[in-house]
């Protein structure tokens, strides 16, 4: 007699309680196997069902999801194609359990849903309106410092890193941008530089500088201390316009005192475009991710974007990566140059 029919013979010599509690037992053993989210109910995608597509087809695509019954939009991501692999160990798996359902969430990282305005707005323009949009039609150097700050600030406080390079120069020199864009500023030292160079080379340039000037927690340590904070409100911004006004650029430079992506986007939706952008912001791989997909949107005909944080400690979370698969994925050449990066065409 098989081991099966044994254990079936035991089953039925259980008293009629047992017999209950047995068969109850084994339902609900079946009803979980059966509404696990590994259980395959789904088509598994392969490696070659999902293909992407270059950037710039993706940004001209009219992005319109299906409508439901309900009027609400169908999701349109399909899930992550699943990679063949050598099962795990155990002791593997205890030390890195995934959520339940993680392999099949339907997610797209490479589709941004930030339409730009296809009208460019006159580079000469873009100064003004921003002033009128974001600061009441009042530049925020004017009567600057207030009273109430005058006293937390030092002359010139700068502080960056890389931020006094040969790259800025060799492509100011190259494209001679008219409007430059430049994500994540701090203190102002690649900004002030690269103003500078403008002013030295004769050229009109206006730089935006997208940061919240927040900084990151605990930054105030060591040699950055002297940074004062009032309420709450840690002085970098105002530092940032010190330094621009110590070194009379405050007809260059303008700050954008919000977050990359909420400025990218606005920016996207007002039709301010770019001859030159440097992505230099938060240095993990999502944050970097982000501002690349989105800032490339904003580059005009021939402009260039270039970065830093390519070959550095930094790059550990993923800046590198980022810039890389973009690159990958959109047909670009990434140009290193010390610790930044520049992206090029192929074919140049």
């Avoid at 999902?50 to 993706?58: A, E, G, M, N, T």
């Avoid at 795990?88 to 797209?108: A, E, F, N, S, V």
């Amino acid at each position: 007699m098989t081991t099966w029919k044994a254990k079936l013979m035991g089953v039925r010599g259980l008293g009629g309680p047992c017999r209950s509690l047995f068969i109850v037992a084994v339902l609900a053993y079946l009803l979980g196997v059966l509404t696990s989210p590994a259980f395959p109910t789904t088509r598994r995608f392969s490696d070659t069902d999902v293909k992407l597509q270059p950037f710039q087809q993706i940004i001209s695509q009219q992005i319109s999801p299906p409508e439901t019954s309900q009027g609400a939009p169908a999701p349109t991501s399909q899930p992550l194609p699943q990679r063949t692999s050598t099962p795990p160990r155990i002791d593997d798996c205890r030390k890195q359990q995934q959520p339940p359902g993680y392999r099949m969430l339907p997610t797209d990282l490479i589709t941004f849903h930030t339409e730009c305005k296809k009208e460019a707005m006159a580079p000469e323009a873009a100064r003004k309106f921003l002033i009128d949009e974001l600061f009441d039609g009042v530049s925020p150097f004017e009567s600057f410092p207030p009273k109430e700050v005058a006293s937390l600030l030092q002359p010139e406080r700068i502080k960056g890193w890389g931020s006094e390079t040969t790259v800025f120069r060799r492509l100011m020199q190259e494209v001679r941008p008219r409007v430059m864009i430049e994500l994540g500023s701090f203190l102002g030292a690649s900004a002030t530089h690269m103003g500078s160079i403008a002013r030295e080379l004769g050229l009109q340039t206006d730089i935006f500088c997208f940061d919240d000037f927040r900084g990151w927690p605990g930054f105030r340590s060591g040699d950055l201390a002297d940074i004062k904070q009032r309420n709450g409100n840690v002085m970098l911004m105002n530092q940032f316009m010190q330094n621009v006004v110590h070194r009379n650029l405050t007809e260059r430079i303008l700050p954008v005192p919000f977050g990359t992506v909420s400025s990218l986007s606005s920016f996207c939706k007002w039709g301010i475009y770019a001859d030159l952008i440097e992505v230099d912001a938060s240095h993990d791989f999502h944050s970097a991710w982000s501002d690349i997909n989105i800032a490339f949107q904003l580059l005009r005909p021939g402009g260039v974007m270039f970065g830093h944080d390519y070959k550095t400690a930094a790059d550990k979370r993923g800046v590198r990566r980022a810039v890389d698969l973009f690159a990958r994925l959109n047909d670009l050449r990434v140009e290193p140059d010390g610790q930044h990066w520049i992206y090029r065409s192929k074919n140049k």
